[in-house]
């Protein structure tokens, strides 16, 4: 019994609620109709899409950075990645590649200075990073207006200048991962293996650099600043380094997501995308100031799994869909409960 | 010595920091209006439209500032309280002022508990009220989508069908508000110089002013001064330092339902799903530019703040049009400066508070410097 | 027995929240809208006919007048219970006549009927103030409206 509690009390019980909500979804499922095989291709894909988003949080979290509500910056740098690759040309699997080589520049520019400005704000880095974020989404929509892209693919059309809303990847690099070594089960199961596998190989490299020495400073900064300027760790450029990751690993991770999904969605697309990576990292157990691989991997399969069936139950069930009020309050009540943790103030 | 002494120059450039943000905003403004064509009488009645639409709920900002927890996002909450007063006020067939009262006093209960709510969560994460209150208002939106979307024609009785969506229930995108509309600017209208002045409007502004103003004397206000300047030596005073963070508030998210109102009566329709999610983040972007920080704002800010602030809103599109040929980019151009606002003040504020702690041992160093001196 | 001790600020509390509720109550009652529809019609009462005039000028409150032919049918939108109706009419001696009557509104009624002609001919108030229920007509279905989420808030320029 005291065991019990104990667990629930670590493990917090909106993650029990939440968890415990998803298997009902799943128990219910094949009574209303619906097929549980396919719900769990779509989780399985929605995790593939979203888990390097998810993954980006990781190294601010461990440098003490707090949540990256900043993440549509990092996707901004995927964005111009994947116009730029596009633009140029590259077609199949090497526009993939190329995306991520354009966008790194990017991602390393835009971090870091938004390093320099949260470094600056030690205390208060969620809420600046917050309005970093939307300002960014909110420049960068004039800047596609105003920059010179000239593919026809991308550009609208009567005007012939200034890109379109939503750019299909087909032909670029739509799906080039998901069909990598696919298989199926059954005619309605599907596991993209390309996917899980590059996310795997983002995790397991997150997991090994946060086990080299730089990667223990991080975790040390984060964990107890005193301590780690006592033992001579330069706090401002560890910050650094891990806000660049971050923003780093937010473009590829939106890269992931349109090569799945099959459209680049600029100017608002990118606005709200840091709450569903955010909630996701707490629902697999993180907190403000403490995250690992395992949170990642729980959280996002749990949130998107809920993303994929709650339509689909609901829908069969109520003939209702209540799933985006659904998802807003999971996701937000979620950061909230994060947020207002006692034991997690101490930063 | 003289390193440590403040000179003339550093005062002039710490005046300038410290308004930073207004005069920025002044130099936007001064481009844009030739560059817009607009004529002086046309911006002059656009601003005394909006004052007169926007200051109640900028005020509501206040009093949580003065008790030191920021700018409050959570105002979206008494806003959606707002907005559900007013749907039923319509869907009862309420007109005219009376409509706006009853509005009012519908909201004030929903308020009053969502802020405390607010209020209760906001103690918890002491030292992140923003962001917590951002997050907040995201969790209630939800919850207010729920009660308005689903349970609206459903579970609570709406009987006009103007009202409801075709399916049957979940109120529709916009709810018509022209039996309110305009009532309150309309009810003692006067011109001068050809601008129109909604005196009633204004009246009622100034009460509100005037209650701020008095409420800062009260024993409560100075209570929440004393928990905004250090919640450790206001609770070693015998001050309930929770409690009188949660009625701050409470305050704020009832005024900011009559706000709500206030605003809507002016615009006539109401988008259900959207009217309350921007009005946070413009409101609280309008006082920035007048010069209010994180921890400090007083009334002047509010009216100054609206002025700089709808001057761009209304300029920035044609401005845009007719400097680029884009009227849209104008637009993301007020959009990305409301953002950009709140992101630079709340980066300066922090980056002064740090310069403020300096300059304090700085001038504590030059004291001491000149007492040894004239021990000496 | 247990006495209910009442505090002297219990007290002002809840003597606020009625005054509040009162007040809610009373502006429920002078704000409720009521549509008035006026008729010029000819109407049979107690096997006695009273015709329509050929032209009638409604005046309620203080509102524009307006005016009706005959069989001619018009609404007004009132606020609140008590209303002030102006009928002026020429008759056949083309003298003019003004008949001012008032009338109260029952808070329950959505839409109320006015007949002229009975007002004018003074058959008292149940006969000529009537209260109408609009017919629901079948409507043809309307496209599903859904929120559209405006994220940016690039539609409010009208902030």
Redo the contacts between chains.
């Keep these: 019994m005291n065991n019990l509690r104990q667990f629930i009390r670590s493990f917090g019980w909106p993650r029990i609620i939440i968890g415990l909500f998803l298997l009902s979804l799943f128990i219910i499922a094949p009574f209303v109709g619906v097929k549980v095989s396919t719900s769990l291709s779509d989780t399985i894909v929605r995790f593939g899409m979203n888990g390097v988003m998810v993954l980006a949080m990781v190294p601010m979290i461990h440098s003490g950075c707090g949540l990256n509500f900043g993440l549509p910056l990092g996707i901004i740098a995927g964005l111009l990645g994947g116009t730029l690759a596009i633009e140029y040309n590259f077609v199949g699997p090497v526009s993939f590649l190329m995306a991520i080589v354009f966008s790194t520049p990017f991602a390393i520019l835009f971090g870091f200075g938004y390093s320099k400005l949260l470094n600056k704000v030690k205390g208060s880095e969620m809420m600046i990073a917050t309005y970093v974020g939307f300002s960014s989404v909110a420049f960068m929509c004039i800047m596609w207006l105003l920059l010179p892209y000239k593919h026809p693919t991308m550009v609208w059309g009567y005007a012939g200048t200034g890109l379109r809303t939503t750019i299909s990847t087909e032909g670029y690099y739509l799906h080039v991962l998901t069909n990598f070594l696919q298989f199926k089960i059954g005619k309605t199961f599907m596991f993209p293996t390309g996917m899980i596998l590059f996310f795997a190989l983002m995790a397991l490299l997150m997991w090994a650099f946060l086990h080299t020495k730089r990667g223990t400073a991080m975790t040390a900064v984060g964990s107890n600043p005193v301590f780690a300027r006592a033992s001579g760790i330069n706090i401002d450029k560890v910050r650094t380094l891990s806000v660049i990751l971050s923003t780093w690993l937010g473009a590829v991770g939106i890269l992931m997501y349109q090569q799945s999904f099959g459209f680049i969605q600029l100017y608002m697309g990118p606005f709200y995308m840091a709450l569903p990576a955010v909630s996701a990292i707490l629902i697999g157990g993180a907190s403000v100031n403490k995250a690992s691989i395992l949170n990642v991997v729980v959280g996002t399969f749990l949130f998107q799994g809920i993303l994929t069936m709650t339509p689909s139950v609901m829908n069969s069930m109520i003939h209702t869909d209540m799933s985006e009020v659904i998802r807003i309050i999971v996701s937000n009540g979620m950061i909230l409960y994060a947020l207002t943790r006692k034991s997690e103030v101490t930063r | 010595m003289s390193i440590l002494k403040e000179t003339g120059g550093q005062k002039f450039l710490g005046i300038i920091q410290n308004n930073a943000v207004p005069i920025l905003f002044g130099i936007i403004v001064l481009i844009g209006i030739p560059l817009s064509g607009y004529s002086v009488g046309y911006l002059g009645q656009e601003i005394v439209v909006?004052i007169a639409r926007?200051s109640f709920l900028i005020i509501a900002l206040l009093i949580p500032i003065m008790a030191g927890m920021g700018l409050n996002f959570g105002m979206t909450l008494g806003a959606m309280a707002g907005q559900i007063g007013l749907i039923f006020m319509a869907d009862?067939?309420?007109?005219?002022?009376?409509?706006m009262?009853?509005a009012m006093?519908?909201s004030?209960p929903i308020s009053a508990f969502l802020g405390w709510m607010c209020g209760k969560?906001l103690n918890?994460?002491?030292?992140?009220e923003?962001?917590?209150s951002?997050?907040?208002g995201?969790?209630i939106?939800?919850?207010y989508?729920?009660i308005v979307?689903?349970g609206m024609g459903a579970v609570i009785p709406i009987k006009n069908p103007a009202l409801v969506?075709?399916?049957g229930y979940g109120i529709?995108?916009t709810v018509n508000l022209i039996?309110i509309r305009k009532t309150l600017d309309n009810l003692f209208a006067i011109k001068i110089f050809g601008i129109s002045i909604p005196i009633a409007t204004m009246l009622v502004i100034t009460i509100l002013c005037i209650f701020v103003i008095w409420f800062r004397k009260t024993k409560l206000g100075q209570d929440m001064r004393a928990v905004g300047q250090d919640m450790e030596v206001a609770r070693a005073a015998g001050i309930k330092v929770e409690h009188t963070r949660i009625v701050s508030i409470v305050i704020s998210t009832i005024l900011a339902g009559y706000g709500m109102i206030v605003y809507l009566q002016n615009?006539g329709t109401l988008?259900?799903?959207?009217s309350h999610?921007?009005?946070g983040?413009?409101s609280i972007a309008a006082l920035l530019v007048g010069g209010a920080t994180v921890n400090k704002a007083s009334i002047g800010n509010v009216f100054l703040g609206v002025s700089l602030f709808?001057l761009m809103?209304i300029v920035s599109?044609t401005a845009g049009k007719n400097l680029?040929g884009?009227a849209?980019?104008g637009?993301?151009?007020r959009?990305?400066v409301?953002?950009?606002v709140?992101?630079i003040a709340?980066?300066l504020y922090?980056?002064r508070r740090?310069r403020e702690k300096a300059r304090g041992g700085r001038l504590l160093a030059q004291e001491q410097a000149e007492n040894m001196e004239e021990n000496t | 027995m247990t006495r209910i001790v009442l505090s002297r600020r219990h007290f002002f509390q809840l003597v606020a929240v009625i005054l509040i509720l009162v007040l809610a109550v009373v502006m429920f009652v002078i704000g409720r809208q009521h549509t008035v529809l006026l008729d010029n019609k000819t109407i049979e009462h107690d096997g006695k006919s009273y015709p329509a005039f050929s032209i009638v000028e409604v005046k309620i409150n203080k509102e524009d007048s307006i005016e009706l032919a005959a069989r001619d049918r018009d609404k007004a939108d009132v606020m609140g219970q008590r209303h002030k109706i102006t009928v002026t009419y020429t008759d056949k001696f083309f003298e003019e006549h003004e008949v001012v009557k008032n009338f109260k509104v029952p808070i329950g009624y959505d839409m109320v009927l006015i007949s002229i002609p009975a007002l004018v001919a003074d058959l008292g108030q149940s006969i000529w103030l009537q209260q109408f229920i609009p017919p629901t007509a079948a409507v043809a279905p309307v496209v599903e409206e859904l929120p559209v989420e405006d994220d940016l808030g690039i539609d409010m320029g009208e902030f």
């Design positions: 909006r926007n009862w067939g309420i007109v005219g002022i009376p409509g009262i009853l006093i519908i004030t969560i918890m994460a002491k030292g992140r923003m962001v917590t951002y997050i907040i995201f969790f939106n939800g919850v989508q729920l979307l689903y969506l075709p399916r529709r995108n039996t615009i988008n259900t799903y959207n999610m921007q009005i983040m413009f709808h809103f599109p680029i884009e849209q980019l637009e993301y151009f959009v990305f409301s953002y950009g709140i992101t709340l980066v922090e980056v740090r």
